[in-house]
């Protein structure tokens, strides 16, 4: 993998822990892998990001090999006063 796939992965991490952080559910894409890994958390290092699922499993996984992000944000409008 390139340098350039490196950075991408880098800003998609950075993405999805600013999702996580606003109560996002988050499903991180990896190059050959079929099925998205389910996350709720992450810890970003120089050169790898280890991810948590809901189960407590955790992979750790390098930049490059990333290849996207679903993101699902909660509601932010509360109609309770409707």
Known sequence: MSAKDHSAGREIVDSVDEC???????????????????????????FSVRAYTQTGEFFDFAYSAIEGARYKRPA???LSGI
């Open 20 to 46: 996580l952080h606003g109560g996002a559910t988050v499903q991180l894409y990896l190059r050959s892998r079929a099925d998205p890994v389910a996350i709720v958390r992450i810890n970003k290092s120089q």
């Open 76 to 78: 932010t409008m509360d």
